[in-house]
C-alpha cells in the first residue's frame, strides 16, 4: 500500500500470536490493517482467538510474537497511543450501590485527570440514558449497563473504539439500539473495532469484517464483498404489518417472512434500493436495510460446518 494508505492506517497487527501453554495456541500469526473511519468486525466463533487479539491490541497482555502499532506507532503497555482509544472488553464493571453519574466520574478520577477534561456532554448524548443517571445502577437492565459502558468509553472522545461482543446478553431491541449507537459513534469520526459471534450484528452494523477460526485470520475486507449477492434482504420498519402488505403486493418479492423485530425477504429481480423506495413512497419509515444469511453462507464456506 501506497504512504497515504498507511497515514490512514489506525490499527496495523503484523504476524500476531499468543500461546498461553505448549498447548494452547490462542492466536497464530495474525495480520490485519483497520483504516480510519472503518468499522471493523471481528468474527468468529467463541474460542476463535477475538478477545485475545483485543486484548493484546490494548497492551492487556503481551503477544508471543508479532506487533502491534496504533495511528502508526508501536503499542504496548502504557503506549501514549492509548490515550486515543476507548474500550470495553469483557464486559462493564461497575460499583452497584453509586449511580451512573458517579460511576462514570470514579473511572475518570481513577486515570488521574481532573473531570473538567472529560467529555461528558457528547459521551452522555449518544448513550442516552437521561435521568437514569441519577439512579443507583443496581437497578439498571442489562441494556442500560451496556450504553454505561460505552458511555464510560467515550469519556476521552476516543480516535477508536475497541468493543468486545458489545451486544452479548441484549433483547432484540436493546441489540438495535447499541447497533445504533456504534453508528453514531463512526459518524462522529471514529474508527470502530468490534468482536462478535453473531453474523447479522457484523453485517448490519460493520463495513468491514476480518474472519477467524482457531486462531488464524481466515479473511478480511468489505462486508459487502463477503457477502456477494443480496436475493435475500431484512428490514427493520416502523411499522411491520405495514411493510408486509407493502412487500407482498410488489412484483419481485419472492417471499415476506416475519423475523423479530423485522422481516426476511426473499427477492426475485429486485434490488434493495427498490424496496427502500417502495416502502418510503408509502410512508414507512425505514430504519435497517442489509443482506440476510449471505455472510453466514460466506462464513461456512470459509470455516466449515463445525465452527
Not at 494452547?24 to 478477545?51: C, F, H, Y
Not at 418510503?280 to 462464513?299: I, K, Q
Amino acid at each position: 500500500m501506497d504512504s497515504g494508505g498507511a497515514a490512514a492506517r489506525v490499527i496495523e497487527l503484523s504476524g500476531l500470536s499468543k500461546r498461553f501453554s505448549p498447548e494452547v495456541l490462542a492466536v497464530d500469526d495474525v495480520s490485519l490493517a483497520v483504516e480510519r473511519g472503518q468499522i471493523m468486525g471481528l468474527l468468529g466463533p467463541n474460542g476463535a482467538g477475538k478477545t485475545t487479539v483485543l486484548r493484546m491490541l490494548l497492551g492487556l497482555i503481551h503477544p508471543t510474537a508479532g506487533g502491534v502499532r496504533l495511528f502508526g506507532q508501536a503499542a504496548g503497555p502504557s503506549s501514549p497511543a492509548l490515550s486515543r482509544v476507548g474500550a470495553l472488553v469483557e464486559g462493564p464493571a461497575f460499583v452497584p450501590h453509586l449511580s451512573g453519574r458517579d460511576n462514570l466520574n470514579l473511572f475518570w478520577l481513577a486515570g488521574g485527570r481532573p473531570l473538567s477534561e472529560a467529555n461528558f456532554t457528547e459521551a452522555l448524548e449518544i448513550a442516552g440514558l437521561g435521568v437514569a443517571l441519577r439512579r443507583k445502577v443496581r437497578t439498571y437492565s442489562h441494556g442500560m449497563k451496556q450504553r454505561l459502558a460505552l458511555a464510560q468509553a467515550l469519556l476521552n472522545k476516543p480516535d477508536l473504539l475497541v468493543l468486545d461482543e458489545p451486544t452479548s446478553g441484549l433483547d432484540p431491541q436493546e441489540m438495535r439500539e447499541i447497533r445504533g449507537l456504534i453508528r453514531t459513534v463512526s459518524q462522529r469520526g471514529a474508527t470502530v473495532l468490534l468482536s462478535s459471534h453473531i453474523l447479522a450484528e457484523v453485517e448490519q452494523v460493520c463495513t468491514h469484517a476480518a474472519v477467524m477460526n482457531r486462531g488464524r485470520l481466515v479473511t478480511s475486507g468489505p462486508v459487502a464483498e463477503l457477502i456477494g449477492s443480496d436475493n435475500a434482504v431484512y428490514i427493520e420498519v416502523d411499522d411491520v404489518e405495514g411493510a408486509r402488505r407493502v412487500l407482498e403486493a410488489m412484483a419481485g418479492v419472492k417471499k415476506v417472512a416475519l423475523e423479530s423485530p423485522g422481516l426476511s425477504i426473499q427477492l426475485n429481480g429486485l434490488r434493495r434500493p427498490q424496496i427502500v423506495a417502495a416502502l418510503v413512497n408509502a410512508g414507512l419509515g425505514v430504519e435497517t436495510v442489509t443482506s440476510r444469511h449471505r455472510l453466514e453462507d460466506a462464513f461456512i464456506g470459509l470455516v466449515g460446518e463445525d465452527a
